[in-house]
Nanobody, 116 residues
Framework: QVHLVESGGGLVQPGGSLNLSCAAS????????MGWHRQRPGRSRELVAS???????NYADSVKGRITISRDAAKNTVYLQMNSLKPEDTAVYYC??????????WGQGTQVTVSS
């Protein structure tokens, strides 16, 4: 079983930055990819960014150029550096762990609020 611990959410003004982190522990030998998804008010959960163990990265079009995902394999941790934040980035951000086979594991979620 995989356990994910997220941190780094909070309140930030428009144009500001936040860095989210997600540390994985437990049965992580079969990791394929980790990523971040978000659920904005009144909307379904959507992919923000993901990174595979081979370093292949995927971004949602809405965040390209403003958000960077990275991974520290030694620490089993994935980061999401978010710059030039907009009010529409307000959401609960969820870390996701995707094994090579089996079901995705979700983190508990961290709130990001972009507001003046």
């Amino acid at each position: 079983q995989v356990h994910l611990v997220e941190s780094g959410g909070g309140l930030v003004q428009p144009g500001g930055s936040l860095n989210l982190s997600c540390a994985a522990s437990g049965s992580i030998n079969s990791l394929y990819a980790m990523g971040w998804h978000r659920q904005r008010p009144g909307r379904s959960r959507e992919l923000v960014a993901s990174i595979t163990t081979r370093g292949s990265i995927n971004y949602a079009d809405s965040v390209k150029g403003r958000i960077t995902i990275s991974r520290d394999a030694a620490k089993n941790t994935v980061y999401l550096q978010m710059n030039s934040l907009k009010p529409e980035d307000t959401a609960v951000y969820y870390c996701a762990y995707d094994p090579r086979s089996g079901l995705r594991t979700w983190g508990q979620g961290t709130q990001v609020t972009v507001s003046s």
